[in-house]
């Protein structure tokens, strides 16, 4: 094992497919993975555990996220993507990055954060992925 780096901190966190930025965060409440059940084939079963981002911010007027949802919710061939994950500190710089290989949005929320004078709205992006993959930032 090498010496401890220290704790990285982020402060944004973006979702890049094809190339493209398609969102920005300010949080990430949770990145998990966890070993999958593989049939004989080698296919997960049904119901295994699958890795999970789930990520939150600012509500936003932009329907990618959306339009995205809704061709995982029906089923369509668009509706799994290959995405980036990446983390960025306070000076801009990339910390920590992860490839999502067949991410979909399994859920999409948007909830009034309480306690504001002007009820400010925040999006939730809940993905799953078939791989998660941790790479070089």
Same mark, same amino acid.
């Given at each position: 094992?090498?010496?401890?780096? /220290?704790?990285?901190?982020? %402060?944004?966190? *973006?979702?890049?497919?094809?190339?493209?930025?398609?969102?920005?965060?300010?949080?990430?409440?949770?990145? %998990?993975?966890?070993?999958?059940?593989?049939?004989? @084939? /080698?296919?997960?079963?049904?119901?295994?555990?699958?890795?999970?981002?789930?990520?939150?911010?600012? $509500? %936003? !007027?932009?329907?990618?996220?959306?339009? #995205?949802?809704?061709? !995982?919710?029906?089923?369509?061939?668009?509706?799994?993507?290959?995405?980036?994950? *990446?983390?960025?500190?306070?000076? /801009?710089?990339?910390?920590?990055?992860? #490839?999502?290989?067949? !991410? $979909?949005?399994?859920?999409?929320?948007?909830?009034?954060?309480? /306690? =504001?004078?002007?009820?400010?709205? !925040?999006? =939730?992006? @809940?993905?799953?992925?078939?791989?998660?993959?941790?790479?070089?930032?």
């Amino acid at each position: 094992m090498g010496a401890f780096d /220290g704790a990285l901190t982020a %402060s944004r966190f *973006t979702l890049t497919i094809d190339g493209v930025e398609v969102a920005s965060f300010g949080q990430l409440s949770e990145l %998990s993975s966890a070993e999958a059940v593989l049939d004989a @084939t /080698g296919k997960p079963v049904v119901g295994s555990p699958r890795p999970r981002v789930v990520l939150l911010r600012g $509500w %936003s !007027a932009s329907l990618e996220l959306w339009s #995205w949802h809704q061709a !995982a919710i029906s089923g369509s061939p668009v509706g799994r993507k290959g995405c980036t994950l *990446t983390a960025y500190g306070a000076d /801009g710089k990339a910390v920590a990055k992860y #490839w999502l290989e067949k !991410a $979909w949005p399994v859920r999409l929320s948007m909830s009034a954060v309480p /306690g =504001t004078s002007t009820q400010q709205l !925040a999006e =939730t992006l @809940t993905l799953s992925c078939d791989v998660m993959q941790r790479l070089a930032p």
